[in-house]
Every structure is written in structure tokens, then in C-alpha cells.
């Protein structure tokens, strides 16, 4: 077996797990954005700060977006 045909192979599976690692961080990053956003909705009182709640879940959403995205630029290669 040639050792650059192996290194491809690797360095591809790598990718797809890579891939695979963004999406599902990114949909749960997502999740736990829409969960502080709507926190007070859900009746699950927490104790924080509406403000600081809805300040962290719309970062994490934001992050989760960019994960998304990141997983999604990186499968076009």
C-alpha cells in the first residue's frame, strides 16, 4: 500500500468526521441558544437575569449558526 494513498484516505476521514462534528455542535449550540431565549416562556425559572439570558442565548445561537456554517463550507471542498 502506497503511504500518500493512505495519507488521502486518512486526512478524508478525518474530514467527514470533522463535518459531522460541526453539524451536531452546531444544532446543539442552536438548541441551547432557543432554550435561554425562551426560558420565561417555558416556565423553567433558572434564577438568571432575563437580560443575561437572552444575551447568552442569542450568542449561542450565533455560534451555533457559525458551527453550521463552518460544517457546511467545509463538505463543498
Known amino acids: 500500500m502506497d503511504t500518500q494513498s493512505f495519507r488521502d484516505r486518512e486526512s478524508k476521514r478525518q474530514s467527514g468526521f470533522k463535518v459531522i462534528y ?10 441551547a441558544g432557543a432554550f435561554f431565549l425562551l426560558n420565561k416562556y417555558l416556565g423553567n425559572n433558572l434564577g ?17 449558526a457559525f458551527r453550521f456554517y463552518r460544517g457546511l463550507s467545509s463538505r463543498k471542498r
Not at 460541526?22 to 438548541?31: A, P
Open 22 to 31: 460541526d453539524f451536531t455542535m452546531g444544532i446543539i449550540w442552536f438548541g
Open 48 to 64: 438568571f437575569d432575563s437580560l443575561i439570558s437572552s444575551i447568552f442565548g442569542i450568542s449561542c445561537i450565533c455560534y451555533g
